[in-house]
């Protein structure tokens, strides 16, 4: 009897240490039905038992499409950007950003254009700065996802960007001594500068470092130019040090405006979960315009991705209202591979990898004349006008021209794109369209971001 | 009585045994030999192109790989001349370039190449930036001589 209970004893322990095993194996190398078990738990505990996903109309194909591009991440690191993403650049950046001594006259800041309470555009047809430009001021949101800045893409960092503004002297009007000499003379401004990038140069010296100056090179009797020239090359090199720096802290605040929350993100999140229900404030007219978007009306032959743009540059043949040649990407490709500021320069802080390859690859082509960069659509139902002057005011216009193609410009004869065609849209599928646009809005920035902070130092 | 406590012991054995066992390590497969000058016999069709005057063939690798759209990448070719033992063409000069025969435009990146041996050549600085039918052109120059392969990507 004592052998029959010991035994049975010893069988439980056995069936414990085995269970026990099992449990410690799930650990290591989770078993199959740990990976799919969890998930169904916690399906049966939140939805119905005979939930479905909501219907759609959209094929495999597409729907791998769609959730691609509802699936914006945080923007890209930028290499070339050693302090991209410092808090403390960020602020220094954001508190430049606001200020009208960045300039010329001490009445143009970033904002004059980039205005935080208009969608981080100035919402006019062209440009207007000290003058007025030949083409419309792009929004910032989702800047830092861009691959090429400008619309003729040259500048190929979003530093290097920020500085051309600057010195324009149809924008700011500055020069890259006068903002030194800025950053010098400022107290605050210099504390936060050499908090984030070690001690400033020495400016005291104004025959080594003039009041102003700056390249001008297709003027050389500017007294900018004389100046600039005058100096000592390794001055020189500091000095544009300094200004990099600036463009550094400026593209540090800007990587802060993002969109990608929108309702086409609700809508493309609910379809990746296999929601019972399709979210409200994507309507039936968007899920047709999206069909359309990726059929009938090919948008996203360059509205790809999901920050809906291929990021490089197209001649849509779009009527334009000034008599100005403009050779788009043409110019911008050789600017961008002459730029001292660029990602593979003596001020990029990596000029390798992407940089280099942006650089050393690109290809100066006459197809690219009169080329313009596609822009995102994420938030484009709320900075018009569009296209790169400016020629449309709403959504509905840019829509009908790619239908018709009416006034499209016709001498364009040396690149001829096939994809330039009417798309032949009924009116329920122009609407349709507008209706899928407007839902990729994501307007929302917290409000911090909006006004030029109480100091530019971190603390 | 005796048989249970083996049995028992047994079960302590596998316990202990299975429960310190280390996981299995990954182990990366082993890198394909690059110094084989003869063509591999399972080469995927759609990564072998003959060239357009017939006098050799072309195999192409991109990295990564599948090529992911809007993102750079590189290609390796294997560049060989036809025979009854096919044989590895090196010293050519080899040009790539892309191209969407409906859109009517290339690449907006200029590719170069560099010879690795054994006829063996990498080619960095490629980019397809837009979803559709894209060809690779390897034009393959020996001796004044070009020849032209073509490989079809759809993304």
Known sequence: MNEKRAARSLLVVAGLLLACRAALDSNHAPARFLETTPVEASTRDTEPVNAAPFAHPFGDDQLAIILAMGDLGEPPADPTNAVADDPRAARLGQYLFFDERLSG???????????????????????????QLTRHTQSLWNVAYNRWFFWDGRADTLWSQALIPLEDPREHGGNRLAYAHLIHGDPELKTAYERIFGPLPDLADADRFPPEGRPVEDDPRHPHHVAWTAMAEEDRAQVNR?????????????????????????????????????????????VRGLELFLGKAQCRNCHHGPNFTDKEFHNTLVPTPLSILDGGRFDGSKLVKQSEFNGVGPYSDDPTGEAE?????LAIDGHDHAKFKTPSLRNAAVTAPYMHQGQFGT??????FYSTMEGALTHTQHHPDPLMQPRNLTEEEIASLVAFLETLVDDRVPDELRSQPASPVLD | MRWLVWSFGLAVLLFFAGACAAPQAQVDPQPEAQSDPAPPEDVDPSRRAEGSEGRGFVLYRPHPDPIVLNEPFEVELRVFENGSSPRPIEGADVYVSGWMPDHLHGMVLQPETTELGGGIYRARGLLFHMPGHWQIFVDVVVGRKPERATFEIRL
């Open chain 1, 242 to 286: 300094v200004f990099a720096n600036l463009g550094k802290c400026i593209a540090a605040f800007e990587r802060r405006i993002v969109s990608r929350r929108s309702a086409f993100d609700r809508y493309a999140a609910a379809l990746r979960r296999g929601d019972p229900e399709a979210p409200a404030d994507f309507p039936p007219a968007a």
């Open chain 1, 395 to 400: 959504l509905d216009e840019v829509v009908r």
């Open chain 1, 357 to 361: 390859l942006k650089i050393r690859y």
């Open chain 1, 105 to 131: 006259t001490g009445k143009i800041a970033c904002t004059s254009c980039h205005d935080p309470r208009g969608n981080w555009t100035d919402g006019r047809e062209l440009a207007s700065g000290l003058a």
